[in-house]
């Protein structure tokens, strides 16, 4: 039982109130028409997910949710966040996907998004893996998100772009648009992790701590 009551028990986010309350306030403005596009950086296990998934979780009651990612294969799937939110999209986008349209995909992925009365989350994760479609669909969104009820995640790994990466290209042609904001994630100092709750005891969901730094997720025990 008392393993079950652990299994169960929820991962908590240690200092990232700021972080969930800058996403509150842009799903605020999503949900009154003024869409944004969020890029999520950090490096490869400093809770980019963990911290999506929580903020999804807050607001699942005035919110949708769907989840796209990019994986780590040899030839990249194209548009593959897309695809796995095709679905949940609906209208001709299955089609469109399989007929490999790439123009009218970007529009009718827009107009689908455009056409959602409800505020809707879309996150697309790791598009440092991203292929070149995923990228433009990306350029195409971020200049016309604004007038959709939505809050576009992006997350992706900063500390793997060196200067020929494809995404450090797409980052500096969206610094002008102005739906798109910046949220980075940092890993956690030990000595302002042993301050808090030192009657607490704590187990680190992760054993990848740098010396001097602890992830930013943790698991109550």
């Known amino acids: ?10 991962m908590e986010l240690l200092e990232r109130s700021q972080q969930l309350k800058t996403l509150s306030s842009l799903l ?3 949900a009154e028409g003024t869409g944004r596009l969020v890029l999520v950086a950090g490096e490869a296990g400093v809770g980019k997910t963990a911290l999506c998934r929580k903020f999804c979780d807050s607001v699942a009651e005035r919110s949708t949710a769907m989840w796209g990612a990019c994986d780590p294969l040899a030839a990249a799937r194209p548009l593959g966040p897309l695809v796995d939110i095709s679905t949940e999209l609906g209208g001709e986008i ?7 349209v790439r123009d009218r ?15 809707t989350i879309v996150v697309f994760e790791d598009v440092h893996w991203a292929d070149d479609s995923t990228l ?13 009820h939505v809050l576009l995640l992006v997350t992706y790994r900063d500390d793997q772009l ?14 002008s648009a102005a739906a798109v904001r910046r949220l980075a994630i940092r890993r956690y100092h030990r000595r302002r992790f042993a ?9 680190l969901a992760s054993s990848t701590a740098k010396l001097g730094e602890i992830p930013f ?4 025990s």
């Not at 039982?1 to 929820?10: D, S, T, Y």
């Not at 299955?94 to 490999?100: A, D, F, N, T």
């Not at 997720?217 to 109550?220: I, Q, V």
């Open 105 to 119: 995909i970007f529009e009718v992925t827009l107009h689908q998004l455009t056409e959602r009365s409800k505020a």
């Open 162 to 175: 060196d200067q020929t990466h494809p995404l450090r290209v797409v980052l500096g042609d969206l610094a």
């Open 217 to 220: 997720t943790s698991r109550r």
């Open 94 to 100: 299955p089609g469109l996907l399989r007929e490999g």
């Open 136 to 148: 433009d669909l990306l350029r195409f969104l971020a200049r016309r998100i604004e007038s959709a």
């Open 28 to 30: 605020d403005e999503a």
């Open 195 to 203: 301050s808090w709750r030192p009657k607490a005891a704590w187990t």
């Open 1 to 10: 039982m008392i393993a079950a009551q652990a299994h169960n028990q929820e």
